[in-house]
């Protein structure tokens, strides 16, 4: 049984999309990544047995799934990030809805939300103001599980914009 929150139900990624001053854009991705799996070599494994010398050996690799936090890819899953950004954090216009879009054998799957500039009005901030942004899963084209994605994807928007409307910590 496969107990990595990436390995179980097919989900491939996490991330953060925006748009704004400087475009689409990934914030962050957090994914499983095949070259990064930790193999366990510990003392005593269950899948160990001692050699001749005394010295265990390991029959068969124990693997954990250890998930990659990338900031401001440039691929994801092996696409062009911008491309594929620019499909997840749609014009305001378009945002407030459910997003879905299956690229290859993945299924994006976000709500994104338009940031209310208002609350920073007359700010001296020169940051790059943000016009929206989703929190986007990628999951296995095919997985039952995909309404629990969007739900959950909706839920984080909506905190996200929340937080924005009270704070504007989003667009500080």
């Given at each position: 049984m496969n107990n990595s929150w990436l390995g179980e139900s097919h989900l491939k990624s996490i991330s953060l999309?925006?748009?704004?001053d400087s475009g689409h854009r990934f914030v962050c991705i957090?994914?499983?990544?095949?070259?990064?799996?930790?193999?366990?070599?510990?003392?005593?494994?269950?899948?160990?047995?001692s050699n001749d010398s005394g010295y265990l050996e390991q029959k068969e690799p124990v693997k954990s799934l250890q998930p990659e936090?990338?900031?401001?890819?440039?691929?994801?899953h092996g696409l062009p990030a911008n491309s594929v950004a620019k499909l997840l954090a749609p014009k305001p216009a378009l945002c407030g809805q459910d997003l879905e879009v299956t690229i290859n054998d993945l299924t994006f799957l976000g709500h994104p939300v338009k940031f209310d500039m208002?609350?920073?009005?007359?700010s001296e901030d020169k940051h790059e103001q943000l016009t929206s942004g989703a929190?986007?899963?990628a999951v296995?084209?095919?997985?039952?599980s995909t309404s629990r994605f969007a739900e959950a994807a909706r839920a984080a928007?909506?905190?996200?914009?929340?937080e924005q409307?009270?704070?504007?910590?989003?667009t500080r």
């Open positions: 999309v925006v748009n704004g957090v994914q499983h990544d095949e070259s990064r799996s930790f193999v366990s070599h510990q003392e005593g494994h269950a899948n160990s047995d936090v990338i900031l401001h890819p440039t691929t994801v208002r609350s920073l009005d007359g929190f986007v899963f296995q084209y095919g997985c039952r928007a909506q905190a996200w914009q929340a409307r009270r704070s504007g910590y989003v």
